[in-house]
Every structure is written in C-alpha cells, then in structure tokens.
C-alpha cells in the first residue's frame, strides 16, 4: 500500500512537500515515484527514485525544482516542491515499481491514492 500527504494550498512561488508511506510489498525493493493530473489530462510523470535512492529521474520541466529522495528506514518517499506555480495545480499521485525507475503510467505497478495540491496566483 501507498499512502501519501502533504498536499495542500500553497501560494505562487512557496514550497511544499508531499510524503508516500510504503507499506507490505511496496515497502522495500521497489522504485518510487510521483505523478500529477489535472481534470481532463493524462496522468503525467513527476519524478522517480530507486529502490536504493542511488538514481533519480525528472520531468525535464521540474528538474531543479523539486526534489524527491527517500528514507528506506521509515519506508517513505518524499517530494520537495519548491518555486511552486499555479500550473503545479495538481492531484499527485505517488506510485511504486519492481527495482526499476518508473516513468510512464504502464510502468507502474502499484498507485497510492492522490493528495491535492492547489498554487494559488
């Protein structure tokens, strides 16, 4: 199970920072990742990091600002989001993969449920 917070209403320009408990199969071995949607829209991938936190990958519009890392011992992936953007308006999802980085939504194995974030102008 995948089990994410943090979400919330931030301002233009403010920061937030998501968190995914992993839990059962999801808790170890596996990449995590993050993905957001907005209504009407694909899912669109976030960021990824390895199941040893050795490799990250990023959407090549975030990269610099957000950061995703994960701390094994608690079993949680984490999303600093910085110099937010209205158009970082989003539900974010965060999702999980066996060993592999995951980019694209076929890759994903398992979801957690989304949490909202909403920038305001």
């Known amino acids: 199970q995948l089990q994410a917070s943090g979400g919330g209403l931030v301002q233009a320009g403010g920061s937030l920072r998501l968190s995914c408990a992993a839990s059962?199969?999801?808790?170890?071995?596996?990449?995590l990742g993050w993905f957001r949607q907005v209504p009407g829209k694909e899912r669109e991938f976030v960021a990824a990091?390895?199941?040893?936190?050795?490799?990250?990958d990023y959407a090549d519009s975030l990269k610099g600002l957000f950061t995703i890392s994960r701390d094994n011992a608690k079993n949680t992936v984490y999303l600093q989001m910085n110099s937010l953007k209205p158009e970082d308006t989003a539900v974010y999802y965060c999702?999980?993969?066996?060993?592999?980085?995951?980019?694209?939504?076929?890759?994903?194995?398992?979801w957690g449920q989304g949490t909202q974030v909403t920038v305001s102008s």
């Open positions: 990091i390895t199941w040893t936190g050795g490799s990250t």
């Open positions: 059962g199969r999801t808790s170890s071995r596996y990449a």
């Open positions: 999702a999980a993969r066996v060993f592999l980085l995951v980019r694209t939504t076929a890759e994903v194995e398992y």
